[in-house]
């Protein structure tokens, strides 16, 4: 029963207790009792169910399902994210796009749906799609339009929609004119046909891409317009690759090979590398390729530094999902947007009335190797830090914890850097890893070591959303490996595995490498809590892991933070700053 008092405490409502009760001592869903009590359920408002779980500063809608972010773009003083969603529910259905604006991409004001099926052309679903900006400041939204249910996942087209009124900074109207769709497959896969981007300018054309595949191929078709209307197939894929699958939302940019700032979408000069993202359906996550753009042929082709395949580089190692970059011209910067999906089960999110959030706005910009990009939470998160709590020099020894009190750490934002004397104590890294799936082997070692498995160097990190005694906590952790021939490699982990008690969530152990150079004995890690999402960034950015975690003990005032190590080698905090983030405005 102690449980029981703990979990209701500070509970919202009975409700909201007796559903968390139910599954720690059943460790069954939510749906059980819904199932039994489905009156009262219906009853009750979204509002007043289970919102345990929905997050403070992380954007999400006020309740249903919610999937990409689309076209997001500047205009007039605001910005502007569209998104996949579903008005009718909290499972994917009915997509429409939602629409808010904002004057700083952290608070947001919510609009009307944006583009809804009215037409012959999007009748059946008004899919993902890209934002372009033309001439004369006038914004294009170009998307996927639905206009048959079969073949499945339906007959896909592409249309354009132009704002109804060009001096409502809210661009609250769109009209999707009468000559759409303005792109149709002819020799394409109609059902995987889909997600157009961002159109660039050169050589007298805008360009932009689809994504497709054909068997396993996944394929991003290029197309040229003079005027934005009639649309011509260029001869050759701008990218394709075997044995992958399906290319969802492509994305594909330059970036400056110097500095941090970004580039509009058409720039060309000499400092200027592209980067090409695709979403893969058979895997589900994003992954890049750095690269160059051969104007004379009109494709993009990687540099041999970057794995083109499975085991490619990611934006993120965790639940991350159809990003969307879009270039920013007041602070010059390049923006990603990433969906983060539930690891909830269906009925759970039926539940709670909602599923998805959209993570935190990044910037973007080449790692000075210039084989990799870096990622940054956008500097406006910053103006929702509110108390802060500083550390310096704490020695942690093998199995030691260390806890940080003084946060609100169910909202929080942590940014700590961790040092050591020496490197001799790394575990040797097992060559048999070497027949684990490549794909996936960060994350496999990350399950098969985990933090329980004491090492040398590390497992060392934050214990984050932890419950008194740790019948529950998230650990984001690294460990040092030494190679034969003396090399280290360093891998970084966001492990779901012991995040709650119930038993029904997905709880992978996430893992990603970091290629860093060690001699300074240091890395750094920060990582952004919120109540259901855990948002990693080590080493300035250079592997990222996301992860959605549901703690049925560790909620609210119940929950704890801390760091850990439980490798032989003395783990020093040179510097923790650690800020509750205030609750932001959101829709
Ligand atoms: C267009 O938007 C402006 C600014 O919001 C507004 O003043 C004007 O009335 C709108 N025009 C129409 C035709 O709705
Ligand atoms: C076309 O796409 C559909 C939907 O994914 C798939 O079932 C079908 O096998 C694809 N056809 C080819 C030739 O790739
Ligand atoms: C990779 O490409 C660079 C030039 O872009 C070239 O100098 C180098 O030899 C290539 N390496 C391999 C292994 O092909
Ligand atoms: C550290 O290792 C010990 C021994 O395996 C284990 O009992 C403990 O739970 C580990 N600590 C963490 C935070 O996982
Ligand atoms: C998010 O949910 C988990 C658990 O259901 C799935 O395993 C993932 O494939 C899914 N991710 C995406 C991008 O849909």
């Not at 947001?108 to 944006?114: K, M, R, V």
């Not at 372009?132 to 339009?145: A, E, R």
């Not at 498995?453 to 419950?467: C, E, I, R």
Request: aromatic share 14%; net charge positive; with cysteine.
């Amino acid at each position: 029963m102690m449980r029981f008092f703990d979990t209701c405490l500070w509970s919202l409502t009975l409700l909201t207790c007796l559903l968390s009760t139910l599954n720690i001592f059943h460790g069954r869903g939510v749906m059980a009792f819904h199932d039994i009590h489905h009156k009262l359920y219906e009853t009750n408002s979204v509002e007043n169910v289970k919102q345990v779980y929905r997050t403070g500063y992380h954007f999400q809608p006020k309740k249903n399902w919610m999937n990409d972010p689309n076209a997001p773009m500047y205009y007039k003083g605001f910005y502007h994210l569209f998104y996949q969603y579903n008005p009718k529910g909290a499972v994917w259905g009915n997509i429409v796009w939602g629409h808010s604006v904002s004057k700083d991409l952290i608070n947001w004001i919510p609009l009307e749906p944006a583009i809804v099926p009215s037409k012959p052309f999007d009748r059946y679903g008004c899919w993902s799609g890209s934002a372009t900006i033309l001439p004369g400041d006038k914004p294009v939204i170009v998307y996927t339009g639905i206009i048959n249910e079969k073949p499945e996942p339906g007959h896909q087209v592409q249309n354009y929609a132009i704002p109804a009124n060009y001096s409502d900074p809210y661009l609250q109207k769109w009209i999707k004119p009468d000559n759409n769709p303005i792109i149709k497959p002819i020799h394409e896969n109609v059902s995987s046909f889909r997600d157009p981007t961002t159109a660039w300018f050169n050589n007298g054309h805008w360009k932009l891409i689809v994504g497709s595949k054909s068997d396993l191929r996944g394929i991003a078709y290029l197309y040229r317009s003079r005027d934005f209307i009639k649309w011509t197939k260029a001869k050759h894929p701008f990218h394709t690759k075997n044995d992958i699958g399906m290319w969802e939302c492509p994305d594909f940019y330059p970036i400056s090979s110097q500095g941090t700032n970004g580039l509009d979408t058409s720039t060309l000069g000499n400092d200027v590398k592209y980067v090409f993202k695709a979403s893969l359906d058979l895997t589900r996550f994003d992954y890049y390729t750095i690269g160059r753009y051969n104007l004379v042929k009109d494709i993009y082709v990687p540099d041999n530094t970057s794995v083109d395949g499975w085991a490619g580089l990611r934006y993120d190692y965790g639940n991350f999902y159809a990003s969307k970059t879009f270039f920013d011209p007041i602070k010059k910067r390049r923006i990603l947007w990433g969906w983060a999906n539930e690891s909830s089960t269906r009925s759970e999110d039926i539940a709670k009335g909602w599923s998805g959030i959209q993570l935190i706005p990044r910037k973007v910009w080449l790692d000075h190797s210039g084989h990799s990009l870096l990622q940054w939470p956008i500097m406006e998160l910053e103006s929702l830090r509110g108390q802060k709590k500083q550390l310096n020099n704490v020695k942690i020894k093998k199995g030691g914890t260390f806890e940080v009190k003084g946060i609100n750490v169910v909202q929080a934002d942590i940014d700590v850097t961790f040092t050591f004397l020496s490197l001799d104590k790394a575990e040797l890294y097992d060559e048999k890893w070497k027949d684990l799936p490549s794909e996936n082997l960060a994350k496999s070692i990350c399950g098969i070591r985990g933090t329980t498995v004491q090492g040398g160097l590390g497992p060392f990190g934050l214990l984050a959303l932890a419950s008194s005694k740790l019948e529950e906590y998230t650990p984001v952790f690294f460990r040092v490996f030494k190679k034969a021939g003396g090399k280290h490699k360093v891998l970084f982990c966001s492990d779901a595995t012991p995040s709650s008690l119930n038993k029904n969530e997905y709880k992978p152990s996430f893992g990603g490498f970091v290629d860093v150079d060690l001699r300074e004995k240091k890395l750094s890690l920060r990582s952004l809590i919120d109540h259901s999402v855990i948002e990693s960034f080590a080493e300035g950015g250079k592997t990222v892991i996301s992860s959605r975690v549901y703690p049925t003990l560790a909620i609210n005032e119940n929950a704890h933070l801390h760091l850990f190590n439980n490798g032989s080698e003395i783990i020093t905090i040179e510097r923790l700053n650690a800020w509750s983030i205030k609750t932001a405005h959101i829709n």
